[in-house]
């Protein structure tokens, strides 16, 4: 009896210790490259985080839709993605998707929006491969700079990603004052949406809003 109960207490243990290790493996099979960050400012409800240079792959689309459009643009990203570039290189997927939204100002429906892969590490010191001329891709390099970020779960779409700006701006205004005149001064017009789940995640998703900081005094922050 107690030779039968080490059998199974064995077995138990192989199958966890099996189980654990399959899902570690798959962890790690799943795992994606972000831009690194130092968070300088935490509030409840946003935070201030520092970005060093980041480097982007974008591409541009003129719409009406933020959904549409950044399925649009992401369809140019993936073809890159899959080897239509100079190189015929073949890219891992990082995270986020960034859809950056300049609204039009003088009373069009239509906006733009600027779909960006994250380029891996590699590339922070020597250039991506060229893409194909017919995707219309740009390459972005962003200097170091400090961006309030809001998180917000479900998927984003065309009804809720301008409520979710709406809050951060009035976030950073109730919670620093000294950023008021910036607001005034529509330095937060544009904005960007970084997703970091596909499509097929339908819990558990996480996405946030982004604006540049512009006058915000922090250790690395530029001014």
Known sequence: MEKLLLLVLTMAATINYLSAGKFLVLSAAYTFESPSYSVVHLESDFEIRLYKEISWMSALVHGTSFLNSTRDGFHRLYQYL????????????????????????????????????????????????????????QLDKWKSQCIAVR????????DNVEKEKDALVS????????????????????????QYNASKHRTGRINEVWMDVWGFTAEGCPV
């Open 82 to 137: 899959h080897g239509a570039n100079l190189n015929s290189t073949h890219f891992s997927m990082t995270k986020p998707v960034l859809t950056s939204i300049s609204p039009s100002d003088h009373g069009s429906s239509s906006s733009s929006y600027t779909v960006r892969y994250y380029l891996p590490s590699e590339y922070k010191y020597k250039s991506p491969p060229q893409p194909s001329a017919e995707l219309n891709l």
């Open 171 to 194: 976030s950073l205004t109730k919670r620093l004052p000294a950023l008021m005149q910036a607001v005034e001064n529509n330095l937060y017009y544009n904005y960007s949406i970084a």
């Open 151 to 158: 998180k917000f779960s479900g998927y984003a779409n065309d």
